[in-house]
């Protein structure tokens, strides 16, 4: 490019333009697609090799830093992928490792248990950074009747063997599942808070659940792990960050560095996934996962085109989406797609897994078409209805996985200030004062933080199209719709119903009645109390432009404190670490629900019935939810949380428990409180 043809793209002071187009890349087809180098773009920087792995400050055995490669043999990693109710099977996959250096014979695996199982070996890769990559297809037969079939695999690796088993659903059977996301720390998370909270806290919970009631299924709600490390450990990408504005953006992705980079990716997964709690998880639980930006870097999708489109930021999505379909859907990008693996999208990998006969689960990808405008490309958006308008009609609830919440919070003042900051000059940008607030990217920390919400000015409209569609296809097939989603480092409960104003519709008539469970982290560090209190105070119900006769709402869903059990002022939203569980009534049962009202409520305000309620909590060591809720009548007669037996519970509602973690000991020493949410079928 010469300087003529640089008018328009730069600022004043000769800077590029971060919202102009990548001068060596201006139309890139994907996330991922990026020139090749040539004389004038290839870079003149020696490729360094990353510093030797030494042991992480933190809580967890397994963590290194750079991630260091791992043993010689690894797995097996389940995953779920559907059941056929008509052929009665269940289908799955285990991804196992090898080292190459021990032979080309692959190790042995054998399932004990009475179904019928039936398993096919396929190589995904016969060398990646010296292990070959087994996929393990697992066909099991789905049979009759309504209790759990255990499933017994034994791997026998020529020098030693390891065993394990997970919980498959008969045909009656109701399934249990656990949803969380935020697996990790990001880079700004100083040690000694690391080291407080620790990594296996809520996890060793979740485990403790599924051993007193086994679950059937994990959902990942993405950022599994966090890669923001690399651009210290990975010498090339510690200066790129450092480079000069005008060169950062337009030097090349040399293949030296790519190899790096998806070995950094390799190596942190396997270590991740060797991490005692997350290894147990995953041999005995089968899983399915959507990714989020930390998986790739943070804020990945959201930047201007300047920076999206550059080689580096293209090529370090490329190598995230390799090890990122390989480690969390057991698949490559020339196979995903195929009807075997199951994948489907224009330029991304979305899934339909149906879990029995009555609950369907989605699972989106909204980081491999992100961009400053869209989320999820509509040629997507077209595949994705497709195939939900042709799920069985007997399917009651389907559950879309989303990594960001469908509805949340809006902060538009703040979008607006930060929109400003990252289109001021780099000249501005540069000032200490100014660049102290900085991402490693050169713009307002927040800004892509911002940008990534469904909720953002830039993305609502497609958001509402999105949620139109969703109550046309729930309306037409009678089908209960359910959103979850993580990544705010937060928990809480918003939905979306008809108009109440202008007609009362009961919640198990309204096709509109959809809620958003938020669910996040599981590891990483909570926001401060004080930051969720001022959030309270924004606008928390909307009606939803394009969408006629519906409103949004994030509810006062947490009475109570989980440190005390004491009321709550701020009832929205807790700065507290948390995982999701799922499963569905097994028969009409009576329930108890918290009537929202006391003496006043009732008399003079308009009585609702929220299907909601204080649930178990866990023993005086976090293990388990065995023990009763807790409850401390503070107003006596006028208390608001009277409880009554409401109605019979029909077979298949979804019950929602979102188990906290007290950020301080409850004075009785019980460490996890849960909160219960129970979603009707739609008749």
């Known amino acids: ?76 990693y389940l995953q779920f992928l559907t059941t056929d109710v008509n052929q009665m099977l269940w289908y799955g996959s285990a991804l196992i490792f090898r080292h190459v250096s021990l032979n080309d014979e692959r190790p042995k695996i054998e399932f004990i248990c009475e179904p019928k199982v039936d398993h096919t070996w396929e190589i995904l890769f016969d060398n990646i950074f010296d292990m070959r990559a087994y996929r393990v297809n697992i066909k ?5 009747g309504d209790s759990d079939d255990k499933i017994q695999w034994k791997v026998d690796w020529g020098d030693h063997t ?49 051993e007193e009631s086994p679950l059937h299924l994990l959902v990942w709600g993405g950022d599994q792990n966090y890669i923001d490390f690399i651009f210290e450990d990975c010498p090339y ?25 998806e070995q950094y990716h390799f190596n942190m997964y396997t ?23 930390h998986d790739i870097f943070d804020g990945a999708g959201s930047y201007p085109p300047l920076l999206h489109d550059s080689p580096v930021m293209m090529g370090l999505f490329r190598s995230a989406q390799k090890m990122r379909l390989l480690f969390q859907h057991h698949t490559t990008v020339e196979k995903a797609r195929t009807e075997k693996h199951g994948m489907f999208g224009y330029n991304s990998y979305n899934f339909l897994a149906r879990c ?36 069985d009609p007997i399917v009651q609830h389907l559950i879309v996985i989303f990594a960001v919440p469908f509805s949340f919070v809006r902060f538009r003042l703040a ?30 920390e ?80 909570p926001p401060s109390r004080m930051s969720l209190h001022i959030a309270h105070y924004f606008k928390t119900k909307w009606h939803p432009d394009g969408v006629e006769d519906t409103e949004e709402e994030l509810i006062d869903f947490f009475e109570r404190m989980p440190e005390t059990g004491r009321k709550l002022m701020h009832k929205k939203l807790l700065p507290n670490r948390n995982w999701c569980y799922f499963e569905q009534t097994s028969s009409s049962t009576p329930t108890v629900v918290q009537k929202l009202g006391g003496f006043f409520h009732r008399h003079f305000w308009k009585n609702d019935v929220l299907p909601t309620t204080l649930g178990p909590t866990s023993t005086a060591r976090g293990q388990g939810s065995a023990d009763p809720p807790v409850h401390i009548h503070t107003e006596r007669r006028f208390c608001r949380q009277q409880t009554e037996q409401s109605r019979e519970r029909p077979a298949n509602e979804l019950t929602i428990r979102l188990w906290i973690e007290s950020s301080e000991k409850h004075k009785e020493g019980r460490q996890f409180v849960s909160y219960e949410l129970m979603i009707p079928n739609l008749l």
């Open 446 to 525: 927040l800004y892509d933080d911002l940008l990534d919400e469904w909720i953002h000015d830039a993305h609502i409209r497609e958001r509402d199209r999105g949620l139109l569609r969703f109550q046309q296809l729930s309306n037409e097939k009678r089908l209960r719709i359910t959103f979850f989603s993580g990544d705010v480092h937060t928990c809480g409960i918003a939905r979306f119903r008809t108009r109440q104003h202008r007609r009362v519709i009961q919640p198990e008539n309204d096709a509109k009645l959809m809620y958003q469970v938020i669910s996040s982290a599981i590891v990483n560090i």
């Open 1 to 76: 490019m010469n300087e003529d043809e640089t008018v328009g793209v730069k600022d004043k002071y000769g800077d590029y333009d971060p919202n102009t187009q990548n001068p060596i890349n201006p139309h890139p087809e994907y996330n991922g697609d990026y020139p090749k180098k040539s004389a004038s773009t290839a870079t003149t920087h020696k490729i360094k090799q990353m510093p030797s792995s030494s042991k992480a400050k933190t809580a967890s055995p397994a963590i290194n830093r750079p991630p260091k490669p791992p043993g010689y043999a690894l797995g097996p």
């Open 415 to 444: 979008e607006s200030l930060f929109v400003r900051l990252k289109n001021a000059t780099n000249k501005c940008r540069t000032l200490p004062v100014v660049k102290r607030t900085n991402s490693i990217f050169g713009l307002p």
């Open 356 to 391: 029995g006969p009555y609950l369907t689960i989605l699972g989106t990808d909204s980081r491999s078409e992100r961009d400053t405008e869209t989320v999820i490309d509509e040629r997507s958006w077209e595949m994705i209805f497709d195939r939900l308008n042709k799920i």
């Open 140 to 144: 099991i037969e789905l049979r009759i």
């Open 271 to 293: 270590e991740n996934w060797e991490r005692p709690e997350v290894k147990h998880a995953l041999e005995t639980v089968p899983s399915i996962m959507t990714w989020d930006d």
């Open 162 to 210: 390891t065993d394990g088993l997970f919980h498959i659903a008969q045909l009656d059977q109701r399934w249990r599942g656990g949803f969380f996301s935020c697996n990790g720390f990001d880079a700004t998370v100083p040690e000694q808070v690391v080291n407080d909270l620790t990594y296996t806290d809520v996890w060793n919970h979740l485990i403790s659940v599924h």
């Open 237 to 261: 990408l510690k200066e790129w960050v450092d480079m000069e504005w005008n060169k950062k953006w337009t030097c090349d992705f040399p293949d030296e560095l790519r190899e790096q980079i």
